[in-house]
């Protein structure tokens, strides 16, 4: 085996591809966004050290080519090093791909994800998400979760690749930003499995399989899943817990092969939301009984219930991120002789996702307060004076106690989300090998098209609780000194019964078309294409009004009342096309040196999400956001050590960015708010991998750019004006670094990734501090007679305990200031140690 850039182990012969590739395969069919045939067989091949260069990748490529023949810079990780990079979430992986910026604090799904030189406010907005080079999700925005809600990693999974640039987002999907594509393993003529045992504290379990082997001639099966129950990293009363089971079919013919993909998921995952963090240093906080707050996340809250309009609602916040569902993928390729070539993939995918979401603060004091200033702001909320001389009783909500009148209120609001989807992609090519000349072409003609519904069931409510880990719910009754007449400001921890309503429908229809030719002559590589797509958008939003559902004596008129559907629907229809045209060039120096530069014009359908509808139920204008991106650079490649340099230029014109934030009436729910926005970026990044001596070698890699705002309305969402300032959450560095070692008995690996500084938003006017996390990752292996193997392990995830902030507070966006008491943000996740134990057989 050799260690590539990006951390991929590969036997000579390997060959690989991504979800935005069209794979070739000798014959000159195209092999898709898998492996292509036979790849995992490769895993026999010996630690030769031979000439890297002989490995051959497709990865963004519609024609299979070595490393230094292939016009982009791209990154495989093999499934052995996502097991040591595998600790909370899909974010501890991704963060170690060059150009990607991962958090994942909030816990192991939602993550958000930021490709360099692009603004967003998170999910996977500009990198589509795949599995064996199918979209999880047809089409982004239709809501605001992020597809890895719908699925998760395991010992499934052979490897992980990521592109971007050039003529890959041309293909499939069109990733515009880029692909992260998860590759399965497939059977093989030899059955194969593991077993593994992970433990940790916080009474983590879990367990993992994966085996595959052969059904009968020419037929192999491969299986995998895992079970998991976590009550950490941190305990917010919300255990995890839940299941996956994935597997594949695949049937090898003489001259093709058919894979059927299927996939079950039942999983809740605790998702950690912002919490008060003390003002100096961005540190954790100590509540009213001294110890440190971890969480403002609270069980107390769960089976909440007011009335409304349809009857009783009941709060679910025990489910926090549940996914429940299933999807199913076909992949076909078939050589039709003469250097043609058909392939195709499918897939069709139905779940049903609820989120809540923690929003940070109650829109009201959205810090913790003296009980003096919350009885005069929730007053004052009620419509009363503050003149009106009034007295607080406040008392927990469970026990009836007094609260000590020294402590601290946490006032904060939860939405429950509720978000079925339903997804069908399909994609289909062709391809022809011809030589004219001294030139040979490899045509690629191809479609794909998607079909997605989505629903937006989102009701919002308030809380109030003592300031502490995991608060007690407090109950407050305010008396008027003058009068003894009372009214009841919380009533079982609830401030606020459904002051957010939202209940929308989306569907998106997209259709593409896409045409590319990929040249060879002599030294030189040249690759140009275009794509057509075309894009029908429909929403449905329901309206909402004020109704009384409680008549109970003495409530606030927040208590009496709820924000509620009212059953007046806004419709409307978009119908955005755009076009696409990508090149790249490769001149090859020699064997181990290369020189690259591709560039595109590329496109980003708006979300749906973003569509505003007018009282006349007039839609307003929908067109493609434009993004142009150019990038050069140099490779090098041999026996010991492999790298990259490259430098990148990008804009984008016109985008509808949207950020959940609050909203402008105190105390209300957040609210999507739209910014039309342009941007100009440039940087660089590089690679570089070294083996050191057998089994030792260093991986390192590093980003760095520079984005402005080059345009900014309203201009009144962002005063002062923002053109010019940076993009919010996007770091001016990013890095990799590490040391991994392994021999037949021993392996180790420690590795630290780096985030630079960002701002918490457009404004600029609070910067947040770069942090480093530090992984160790050690193991000992016990081979027994007849190849079984045992190895028991021990991984540290932020090994040094590192306290850096991944974000202020997203909902109060540019009105967040520095200096206040304390700062609303979220920390990246604590120092765990995990033992695992895994047998393969």
Not at 163 to 189: A, C, E, P, Q
Not at 793 to 818: C, H, I, K, M, W
């Amino acid at each position: 085996m050799r260690t590539l850039r990006g951390g991929r182990q590969v036997a000579k012969s390997r060959v690989y591809c991504s979800g935005a590739a069209m794979a070739v395969v000798a014959a000159g069919f195209i092999a898709g966004p898998v492996l292509a045939q036979n790849a995992t067989d490769a895993n026999s091949g010996s630690d030769s050290g031979d000439n890297q260069l002989d490995t051959v990748i497709v990865t963004g490529t519609s024609k299979a080519r070595t490393e230094l023949k292939t016009p982009l810079v791209a990154t495989s990780i093999s499934g052995d090093k996502l097991q040591q990079l595998a600790a909370n979430g899909a974010a501890d992986i991704l963060a170690t791909v060059p150009a990607l910026k991962a958090e994942g604090g909030g816990g192991e799904v939602a993550a958000n994800i930021f490709v360099a030189g692009l603004p967003s406010g998170g999910q996977y907005q500009f990198t589509p998400l795949e599995f064996n080079g199918m979209p999880v999700i047809g089409s982004m925005g239709l809501n605001s979760s992020a597809p890895d809600v719908y699925y998760r990693t395991d010992l499934g999974i052979e490897r992980l690749e990521f592109v971007r640039g050039g003529v890959s987002n041309l293909f499939g999907v069109g990733g515009i930003g880029g692909t992260i594509n998860f590759i399965d393993k497939t059977g093989s003529d030899t059955a194969t499995g593991i077993a593994q045992l992970e433990l940790s504290d916080h009474n983590r379990i879990r367990t993992d399989f994966a085996t595959s082997g052969p059904v009968t001639e020419g037929l192999y099966y491969a299986l995998s899943g895992f079970y998991r129950y976590d009550n950490g990293p941190l305990d917010t009363g919300f255990p995890t817990e839940g299941y996956q089971v994935r597997g594949n079919l695949k049937k090898v013919f003489d001259t093709g092969e058919v894979k059927i993909y299927f996939q079950g998921i039942d999983d809740r995952d605790q998702f950690y939301g912002d919490i008060p963090l003390t003002s100096n240093g961005y540190h954790l906080a100590r509540g009213n009984n001294g110890n440190v707050v971890n969480t403002t996340e609270t069980s107390a809250l769960d089976n909440s219930s007011f009335a409304t309009p349809n009857g009783r609602f009941v709060s679910q916040v025990d489910q926090g991120a549940a996914t429940r569902g299933y999807s199913f993928g076909l992949d076909f390729k078939k050589d039709l002789g003469d250097g043609w070539g058909f392939n195709g993939r499918a897939n069709v995918a139905d779940y049903h996702h609820t989120f809540a979401l923690f929003s940070g603060g109650d829109n009201i004091t959205n810090l913790p307060t003296t009980q003096a200033a919350f009885l005069a702001a929730y007053l004052k909320g009620a419509g009363i004076s503050d003149a009106t001389p009034y007295t607080g009783a406040f008392t927990y909500a469970a026990s009836g106690a007094a609260v000590p009148a020294n402590a601290l209120l946490w006032g904060d609001r939860v939405t429950d989300r509720d978000r079925p989807l339903q997804s069908q992609t399909g994609e289909l090519n062709i391809t022809k090998e011809l030589v004219t000349g001294d030139l040979a072409h490899h045509f690629t003609l191809g479609g794909f098209f998607s079909h997605t519904k989505a629903r937006d069931y989102d009701i919002t409510y308030a809380y109030i609780g003592d300031f502490n880990d995991k608060p007690q719910l407090v109950n407050v009754t305010a008396t008027n000194i003058n009068t003894g007449t009372s009214i009841i400001l919380s009533r079982n921890g609830l401030v606020d019964s459904g002051l957010g309503y939202t209940n929308n429908y989306y569907a998106a229809r997209r259709a593409a078309g896409y045409l590319a030719d990929q040249i060879e002559y002599n030294n030189w590589v040249i690759d140009f294409g275009g794509r057509y797509e075309t894009m029908t958008g429909t929403v449905r939003k329901e309206q909402s009004s004020t109704y009384m559902t409680d008549t109970t004596a003495g409530l606030s008129p927040q208590l009496a009342n709820v924000l509620w559907g009212n059953g007046k629907y806004q419709n409307g229809t978009v119908e955005p096309n755009a076009y696409a045209a990508a090149a790249g060039v490769l001149y090859k120096l020699d064997n181990h040196n290369s020189l690259f530069v591709n560039g595109s014009r590329g496109f980003f359908m708006p979300q749906l999400n973003t569509v505003q509808i007018d009282a006349q139920n007039k839609t307003q204008s929908f067109e493609a956001e434009i993004i142009k991106q150019a990038e050069a650079g140099y490779k090098y490649a041999s026996s010991f050590m492999s790298g990259s340099i490259a430098a990148f230029y990008s804009t984008l014109s016109n985008r509808r960015n949207i950020n959940f934030i609050n909203g402008a009436t105190p105390g209300s729910a957040p609210v999507e708010v739209v910014n039309v926005i342009s941007t100009r970026s440039y940087g660089t990044e590089a690679t570089l991998n070294v083996r050191i001596r057998e089994g030792l070698s260093f991986e390192g890699n590093a980003t760095y750019e520079h984005d402005v705002y080059t345009k900014y309305t309203p201009v009144a969402a962002c005063t002062p004006d923002c053109v010019g300032n940076t993009m919010q959450r996007q770091p001016n560095v990013l890095g990799n670094l590490g040391l991994y070692y392994k021999d037949s008995l021993f392996d180790a690996a420690i590795f630290d990734s780096y985030t630079g500084r960002t701002f918490t938003s457009d404004l600029n006017n609070i910067e947040l501090a770069g942090y480093h996390i530090v992984r160790l990752d050690a193991g000992y292996t016990r081979t027994f007679s007849g190849g079984d193997r045992a190895r028991i392990g021990v991984s540290v995830y932020n090994l040094f305990d590192s306290t850096g902030v991944s974000e202020g507070s997203p909902r109060q966006g540019t009105l967040q200031n520095a200096g206040q008491a304390y700062f609303i943000g979220r920390q990246v996740l604590p120092r765990r140690i995990m033992a695992r134990l895994s047998y393969e057989f």
